[in-house]
């Protein structure tokens, strides 16, 4: 239950206050109906600050090195005079439900810079490895004043497509020698690429690297472009030594130089449909609370039990009792 006021979670969001940042994203991921109404007028009242950041989404297999390199690259950020914010979703475990929430262990520089902002969050069980209240967590980062927005996915395989449904650039990480650099394109992750990033491109690991680029880059030439002016590049890097993070960075900043148009075009179908998966969870939530449905889903599940009926049928009849 939210013991601040909506002036408080402002004022502090906007003075960068970490402390209010943090409490303010607890806030948006509360399931209270009473916090998620504070929510709502804290989003409000922000909505004028937001949508200044640069929103990076990273994914790539367990071990691609997806936190190590938001670390090394954040640190050069930082040091430009930069303010970063990174939303790392760790995978919430189906038999028990919690999560490890581990990530700000492997990012140790941004975790103790006062610029930055590393907020591990559970995914709950969502599709696609991405906390449910992950987009209004980026926008109180965004009204808070950090220009460089990342979100770390869980990197589990093909529902990770989900991430592109929120950021601007979406950076896919893979490592030669796994037998996954070519598997990515049959899942459809490397489709939504806007650049494929080899990385632990070092020590007895950089031939190896160079070889997997190569086929990266004749694999994706026949991958289907979700943006008819942008093609997908795929470099090489390593957190380790730094090599490669000077052409990482030349190359996002081409991005948002060349594709504004582009980007605000994407901004607003994300909105919208991020608007239709809110009303597809609030209809599904009344639909599963009636007491009518479930007295009669108590029922049914008896008849599907003996096999009286079919799930298909038993779904009509659900929808039916909800709709009178």
Request: hydrophobic letters at 45%; proline letters at 3%.
């Amino acid at each position: 239950m939210s013991t601040l006021s909506v002036a408080r979670y402002v004022d502090g969001i906007r003075a960068r206050d970490r402390s209010i940042v943090a409490k303010s994203v607890t806030l948006v991921e509360s399931t209270n109906e009473a916090d998620r109404e504070v929510a709502r007028e804290v989003l409000r009242a922000l909505a004028s600050d937001t949508g200044k950041a640069r929103r990076i989404g990273v994914t790539g297999v367990p071990g691609a090195g997806k936190s190590t390199l938001l670390d090394a690259w954040g640190q050069r950020l930082l040091d430009g005079g930069a303010h970063v914010a990174v939303l790392a979703v760790d995978p919430t475990s189906v038999v028990s439900g919690g999560s490890i929430l581990g990530d700000k262990t492997r990012m140790p520089y941004l975790s103790a810079h006062p610029n930055a902002f590393v907020r591990p969050s559970p995914s709950g069980l969502a599709l696609g490895g991405v906390a449910r209240r992950t987009r209004e967590a980026m926008l109180i980062c965004e009204a808070a004043g950090y220009e460089w927005m990342f979100v770390e996915t869980v990197g589990v395989g093909q529902s990770e497509v989900s991430v592109a449904e929120m950021v601007d650039f979406f950076l896919v990480l893979a490592v030669s020698g796994t037998g996954d650099e070519l598997q990515g394109i049959k899942k459809g992750i490397f489709e939504l690429a806007d650049a494929v990033l080899v990385h632990k491109c070092d020590g007895d690991n950089l031939t190896r690297a160079q070889v997997a680029k190569a086929e990266l880059q004749a694999a994706l030439r026949y991958a289907p472009r979700k943006n008819s002016r942008w093609s997908a590049p795929v470099v090489t890097a390593s957190s380790l030594t730094g090599e490669g993070l000077d052409e990482l960075d030349a190359l996002i900043n081409r991005f948002f130089s060349e594709q504004g148009a582009w980007i605000d075009a994407q901004r607003a179908g994300q909105a919208m449909l991020s608007t239709w998966r809110i009303a597809e969870q609030r209809l599904i939530a009344e639909f599963r609370a009636d007491r009518s449905v479930t007295e009669l889903a108590g029922e049914l599940a008896e008849a599907l039990r003996a096999r009286a009926t079919s799930p298909e049928e038993a779904a009509d009849m659900l929808r039916a009792r909800w709709i009178r």
